[in-house]
C-alpha cells in the first residue's frame, strides 16, 4: 500500500476514536485547545511585533490566562461550542473574528492594569489577526480531517479528479447524504495530491480503497470522456462489485439541463463503449427541414425519438400519426412543450389512425400535403408475433403496403421504413413479416420515380419496449432472478437517440429502393451484459461459486422461432454511402407481378385466419425464411386442440350408439 494510502488508514483509526466520543468530551477539548491557541496567538504577537522568540515568554502569565479565558468565553457566547466542527458555517467564522476582537480589548486593559503598561499598538493588531487565523484554521483543520469519515453519510469515490470531480466533491460536502474519501484519477501529475481536501489516488489502489473504508459507491465524474474510454474504465471498476453512478453528460451540463451534483444511474450506452458518430447535417435537413413530414406509430419508442429528433431541424409541419390514443397524447404533449420551450416554428398535428386503411393515410398526405414519411408502425416482439401470425403479418406487410401505396397515389417524395436486424435469414414470424414489407417496398419502387423508397435496418435499441436492458434494471431492482434466454445468446445494440440519427440521415442518401443496414459495431453476449449491469449496481452474483450473492441468473431457454444471435446482411454484397455508419446492402428483389399475386393469396389465407397457408406463402416470399417446427398462434393451436377434442367425442358418441348406450358427458 502506498505511503498516501497508509497516512488515510492511520487517520481513519484517529478519527474513529474521536467521532467516538461523548459530545462532553469533545466541547471539552474544544475549550482546552483554544485556551492552548489563544495563549500561542499572544505570544506569537510579541514575538513577531519586536522580532524575538523569547520576548514573549517574560509576559505576565496572569495576562495570557485572562485573555485566552476571556476568548474561550466569547467563543461560547457566540455558540461555537455548539456548532459539529464537520458541518461549521458562515457563523463559525463570525464567533472567532468576535472572540479574537474581545480578546484583543482584554489584552489592553490587563496589561494596563495588571502590568501598568500599554500595550504596542502592533501587539494589539498581531495578536488579533494571530487569534482569528489559528482559532479558524484549527477548525478547518479538524473539519477537514474529520468530514471524509463522517459515519453518516455513505462513503464514496470520485473516479475523475478534473473540473466535474471537483465541483462534484464542493457540492456533495454542502450535504450530509455522500462523504467523498478520495479521488481516483489516471493522470500521474495528479497522484498523491489534495483537491478540495480530499487525496487524489491511482487506479491501482481503488481496490485497496475500497476494503480499507468501506466505500458503498463510486462517482464517474468523466463527462467529457469518450464512449471507448468510459467502457474501458467500467470493465475495470466493474468487477470490484460496488454500485457506480455517474454526472450527467457535458452537453446536459453546459446546456444547463443539469447539475454536475445530479447523479444519475449508470447509462447502459457507456457498456457497448461505441462512439456516435456526428450526424451530417445536410443529410438531416435534407427531407425535413421546411417540409411537410409524417411519422406513423408516432407514439412508439423509435417513431417517439424521430420525433424529438425531427422536431429540432423544424420542418414545416409534423403529423404524428398513431393508433393508440394515450400514446399520441403523450407524444403530442411532449413536443409541444418542447416546440414553446425553445421557440420552433414547427405545426403539429396529432392524428388518430390505422396505417391498415390506406384510404384514411391517403387522406392525412394530401390535408396537410405531407413531402417525407417515416413509416415506424409495426409489431416487434418475436414470441407475441409468433403467437398472434394473423395480425402480424397484418400489421407488418399490410400497412406497410397500403401506407405505401397511399405515398405513391399522392406523389410523396420519400418514404422510409424502420426494419430490423431480425428480417436477414428469419427463423420466425416477426423477422419475416418485416423481409417481407421491404421486399413489397422494393417492387413498388419499381412502379414509381416520384417517391423515393428506402429501408433502414438496425438490431436492438437500448431502452426501447421489448428491449432486454429496462427488464434488467427492473429485475434487480426487485432483487432478481435475472431471466435470460441462453447463455450464448447475442445482439447487436444502439442508442435509441443514435439510431433516430442515422434514420434520418439515411433517408436523405436513399436513390430508391435502397436497403440501408447500420454499423452496429460487435454484438454483445446478453449473459455478460446482465452480469456487468448487476456487478455495477453494487452486487454480487448468486451461482455455485458465490451462494451468498444477491442476485442469480434463470436460464429459460430460447423462445419459440428466437435465434441465437442476430445478422445485419443476408450474403455479403453490401457498399458504402456517403455517411461511415450507414451501409448499402444489395438483396435480390422479385417483380411487383409476381409480389402482388402473393399479396392476393396471403389476403384471402389471412381472412380465412389460415396460419399454416400464411405461414407458407410467407415462406414463398421471403426464400431466407425458416420457419419454426410448429404453428405457436394461440387461436390457431386453441381452435386445433378443440377440434382434435371434438373428433375424439365423435368417435366416443359413435360406439356408444353402435353398443346401445348414453353417450358419456362432453368434457367442460
Given at each position: 500500500?502506498?505511503?498516501?494510502?497508509?497516512?488515510?488508514?492511520?487517520?481513519?483509526?484517529?478519527?474513529?476514536?474521536?467521532?467516538?466520543?461523548?459530545?462532553?468530551?469533545?466541547?471539552?477539548?474544544?475549550?482546552?485547545?483554544?485556551?492552548?491557541?489563544?495563549?500561542?496567538?499572544?505570544?506569537?504577537?510579541?514575538?513577531?511585533?519586536?522580532?524575538?522568540?523569547?520576548?514573549?515568554?517574560?509576559?505576565?502569565?496572569?495576562?495570557?490566562?485572562?485573555?485566552?479565558?476571556?476568548?474561550?468565553?466569547?467563543?461560547?457566547?457566540?455558540?461555537?461550542?455548539?456548532?459539529?466542527?464537520?458541518?461549521?458555517?458562515?457563523?463559525?467564522?463570525?464567533?472567532?473574528?468576535?472572540?479574537?476582537?474581545?480578546?484583543?480589548?482584554?489584552?489592553?486593559?490587563?496589561?494596563?492594569?495588571?502590568?501598568?503598561?500599554?500595550?504596542?499598538?502592533?501587539?494589539?493588531?498581531?495578536?488579533?489577526?494571530?487569534?482569528?487565523?489559528?482559532?479558524?484554521?484549527?477548525?478547518?483543520?479538524?473539519?477537514?480531517?474529520?468530514?471524509?469519515?463522517?459515519?453518516?453519510?455513505?462513503?464514496?469515490?470520485?473516479?475523475?479528479?478534473?473540473?466535474?470531480?471537483?465541483?462534484?466533491?464542493?457540492?456533495?460536502?454542502?450535504?450530509?447524504?455522500?462523504?467523498?474519501?478520495?479521488?481516483?484519477?489516471?493522470?500521474?501529475?495528479?497522484?498523491?495530491?489534495?483537491?478540495?481536501?480530499?487525496?487524489?489516488?491511482?487506479?491501482?489502489?481503488?481496490?485497496?480503497?475500497?476494503?480499507?473504508?468501506?466505500?458503498?459507491?463510486?462517482?464517474?465524474?468523466?463527462?467529457?470522456?469518450?464512449?471507448?474510454?468510459?467502457?474501458?474504465?467500467?470493465?475495470?471498476?466493474?468487477?470490484?462489485?460496488?454500485?457506480?453512478?455517474?454526472?450527467?453528460?457535458?452537453?446536459?451540463?453546459?446546456?444547463g439541463r443539469a447539475r454536475v451534483d445530479e447523479?444519475?444511474?449508470?447509462?447502459?450506452?457507456?457498456?457497448?463503449?461505441?462512439?456516435?458518430?456526428?450526424?451530417?447535417?445536410?443529410?438531416?435537413?435534407?427531407?425535413?427541414?421546411?417540409?411537410?413530414?409524417?411519422?406513423?406509430?408516432?407514439?412508439?419508442?423509435?417513431?417517439?425519438?424521430?420525433?424529438?429528433?425531427?422536431?429540432?431541424?423544424?420542418?414545416?409541419?409534423?403529423?404524428?400519426?398513431?393508433?393508440?390514443?394515450?400514446?399520441?397524447?403523450?407524444?403530442?404533449?411532449?413536443?409541444?412543450?418542447?416546440?414553446?420551450?425553445?421557440?420552433?416554428?414547427?405545426?403539429?398535428?396529432?392524428?388518430?389512425?390505422?396505417?391498415?386503411?390506406?384510404?384514411?393515410?391517403?387522406?392525412?398526405?394530401?390535408?396537410?400535403?405531407?413531402?417525407?414519411?417515416?413509416?415506424?408502425?409495426?409489431?416487434?416482439?418475436?414470441?407475441?408475433?409468433?403467437?398472434?401470425?394473423?395480425?402480424?403479418?397484418?400489421?407488418?406487410?399490410?400497412?406497410?403496403?397500403?401506407?405505401?401505396?397511399?405515398?405513391?397515389?399522392?406523389?410523396?417524395?420519400?418514404?422510409?421504413?424502420?426494419?430490423?436486424?431480425?428480417?436477414?435469414?428469419?427463423t420466425n414470424v416477426m423477422g419475416a413479416s418485416?423481409?417481407?414489407?421491404?421486399?413489397?417496398?422494393?417492387?413498388?419502387?419499381?412502379?414509381?420515380?416520384?417517391?423515393?423508397?428506402?429501408?433502414?435496418?438496425?438490431?436492438?435499441?437500448?431502452?426501447?419496449?421489448?428491449?432486454?436492458?429496462?427488464?434488467?434494471?427492473?429485475?434487480?431492482?426487485?432483487?432478481?432472478?435475472?431471466?435470460?434466454?441462453?447463455?450464448?445468446?447475442?445482439?447487436?445494440?444502439?442508442?435509441?437517440?443514435?439510431?433516430?440519427?442515422?434514420?434520418?440521415?439515411?433517408?436523405?442518401?436513399?436513390?430508391?429502393?435502397?436497403?440501408?443496414?447500420?454499423?452496429?459495431?460487435?454484438?454483445?453476449?446478453?449473459?455478460?451484459?446482465?452480469?456487468?449491469?448487476?456487478?455495477?449496481?453494487?452486487?454480487?452474483?448468486?451461482?455455485?461459486?458465490?451462494?451468498?450473492?444477491?442476485?442469480?441468473?434463470?436460464?429459460?431457454?430460447?423462445?419459440?422461432?428466437?435465434?441465437?444471435?442476430?445478422?445485419?446482411?443476408?450474403?455479403?454484397?453490401?457498399?458504402?454511402?456517403?455517411?461511415?455508419?450507414?451501409?448499402?446492402?444489395?438483396?435480390?428483389?422479385?417483380?411487383?407481378?409476381?409480389?402482388?399475386?402473393?399479396?392476393?393469396?396471403?389476403?384471402?389465407?389471412?381472412?380465412?385466419?389460415?396460419?399454416?397457408?400464411?405461414?407458407?406463402?410467407?415462406?414463398?416470399?421471403?426464400?431466407?425464411?425458416?420457419?419454426?417446427?410448429?404453428?405457436?398462434?394461440?387461436?390457431?393451436?386453441?381452435?386445433?386442440?378443440?377440434?382434435?377434442?371434438?373428433?375424439?367425442?365423435?368417435?366416443?358418441?359413435?360406439?356408444?350408439?353402435?353398443?346401445?348406450?348414453?353417450?358419456?358427458?362432453?368434457?367442460?
Amino acid at each position: 500500500m502506498r505511503p498516501y494510502l497508509r497516512s488515510i488508514q492511520l487517520r481513519s483509526r484517529v478519527v474513529g476514536v474521536i467521532v467516538g466520543w461523548p459530545r462532553a468530551v469533545k466541547r471539552t477539548v474544544m475549550v482546552v485547545a483554544d485556551l492552548l491557541i489563544v495563549s500561542a496567538a499572544l505570544w506569537a504577537a510579541y514575538a513577531v511585533r519586536f522580532d524575538s522568540i523569547s520576548e514573549g515568554l517574560g509576559r505576565n502569565p496572569w495576562i495570557y490566562l485572562g485573555v485566552a479565558v476571556a476568548g474561550s468565553m466569547t467563543f461560547a457566547a457566540c455558540g461555537l461550542y455548539r456548532s459539529v466542527v464537520r458541518y461549521m458555517g458562515h457563523r463559525a467564522v463570525l464567533a472567532v473574528v468576535a472572540g479574537a476582537i474581545v480578546s484583543a480589548m482584554v489584552l489592553s486593559l490587563l496589561a494596563a492594569t495588571v502590568a501598568l503598561r500599554q500595550v504596542p499598538i502592533g501587539v494589539a493588531i498581531n495578536f488579533f489577526m494571530l487569534t482569528t487565523l489559528f482559532v479558524g484554521a484549527a477548525r478547518f483543520l479538524a473539519r477537514w480531517i474529520l468530514t471524509p469519515f463522517d459515519q453518516a453519510g455513505v462513503r464514496v469515490v470520485i473516479y475523475g479528479a478534473g473540473e466535474a470531480g471537483a465541483r462534484l466533491a464542493v457540492a456533495l460536502s454542502a450535504g450530509q447524504q455522500y462523504v467523498p474519501v478520495a479521488y481516483v484519477d489516471e493522470k500521474r501529475a495528479l497522484q498523491g495530491t489534495i483537491v478540495n481536501g480530499v487525496r487524489v489516488v491511482a487506479p491501482a489502489d481503488l481496490p485497496a480503497l475500497l476494503s480499507e473504508f468501506a466505500v458503498k459507491r463510486i462517482l464517474l465524474a468523466i463527462p467529457s470522456a469518450s464512449k471507448a474510454r468510459k467502457a474501458a474504465i467500467l470493465a475495470r471498476i466493474g468487477k470490484l462489485g460496488v454500485h457506480v453512478q455517474s454526472v450527467p453528460d457535458l452537453d446536459d451540463i453546459v446546456n444547463g439541463r443539469a447539475r454536475v451534483d445530479e447523479l444519475r444511474e449508470l447509462d447502459v450506452a457507456d457498456l457497448l463503449g461505441r462512439d456516435p458518430v456526428p450526424p451530417d447535417r445536410a443529410l438531416l435537413d435534407a427531407c425535413i427541414r421546411g417540409k411537410s413530414v409524417m411519422v406513423t406509430g408516432a407514439g412508439g419508442s423509435i417513431g417517439s425519438e424521430l420525433c424529438r429528433q425531427i422536431i429540432k431541424l423544424q420542418p414545416r409541419t409534423l403529423v404524428l400519426f398513431e393508433i393508440s390514443e394515450l400514446a399520441l397524447y403523450n407524444i403530442e404533449r411532449e413536443l409541444a412543450a418542447e416546440v414553446r420551450r425553445e421557440g420552433l416554428h414547427v405545426t403539429l398535428r396529432a392524428l388518430l389512425g390505422n396505417a391498415h386503411h390506406k384510404y384514411r393515410v391517403r387522406e392525412v398526405i394530401q390535408a396537410f400535403d405531407v413531402q417525407t414519411i417515416y413509416h415506424t408502425a409495426a409489431y416487434k416482439h418475436v414470441p407475441i408475433v409468433e403467437q398472434n401470425i394473423i395480425e402480424g403479418i397484418h400489421n407488418n406487410v399490410f400497412s406497410t403496403w397500403y401506407a405505401a401505396e397511399a405515398a405513391l397515389e399522392t406523389g410523396v417524395e420519400s418514404f422510409v421504413l424502420i426494419s430490423t436486424d431480425k428480417a436477414v435469414n428469419p427463423t420466425n414470424v416477426m423477422g419475416a413479416s418485416k423481409r417481407l414489407a421491404e421486399i413489397v417496398l422494393q417492387s413498388l419502387q419499381t412502379r414509381t420515380t416520384t417517391t423515393r423508397m428506402c429501408m433502414v435496418r438496425f438490431g436492438n435499441v437500448l431502452a426501447s419496449s421489448g428491449s432486454v436492458v429496462p427488464l434488467f434494471q427492473e429485475q434487480i431492482r426487485a432483487g432478481g432472478p435475472i431471466t435470460v434466454t441462453h447463455p450464448e445468446v447475442r445482439r447487436y445494440f444502439m442508442t435509441i437517440t443514435e439510431a433516430a440519427q442515422l434514420v434520418l440521415q439515411a433517408g436523405s442518401i436513399g436513390r430508391g429502393g435502397d436497403v440501408f443496414v447500420l454499423n452496429m459495431g460487435k454484438s454483445v453476449l446478453i449473459d455478460e451484459l446482465a452480469r456487468r449491469m448487476v456487478a455495477l449496481a453494487g452486487l454480487a452474483m448468486r451461482d455455485e461459486k458465490n451462494p451468498d450473492g444477491d442476485i442469480e441468473i434463470h436460464y429459460t431457454g430460447l423462445r419459440p422461432a428466437e435465434k441465437l444471435f442476430e445478422e445485419l446482411l443476408i450474403g455479403s454484397n453490401v457498399t458504402g454511402t456517403d455517411h461511415p455508419m450507414i451501409l448499402r446492402a444489395i438483396e435480390h428483389c422479385p417483380g411487383w407481378d409476381e409480389i402482388s399475386a402473393l399479396l392476393s393469396a396471403l389476403s384471402m389465407a389471412m381472412n380465412r385466419s389460415d396460419c399454416r397457408e400464411a405461414i407458407s406463402l410467407l415462406e414463398q416470399g421471403v426464400e431466407e425464411y425458416t420457419r419454426a417446427p410448429a404453428i405457436h398462434d394461440i387461436v390457431w393451436e386453441k381452435r386445433a386442440f378443440e377440434g382434435a377434442a371434438a373428433e375424439a367425442d365423435g368417435k366416443v358418441t359413435e360406439l356408444a350408439a353402435r353398443r346401445g348406450r348414453k353417450p358419456p358427458p362432453l368434457a367442460s
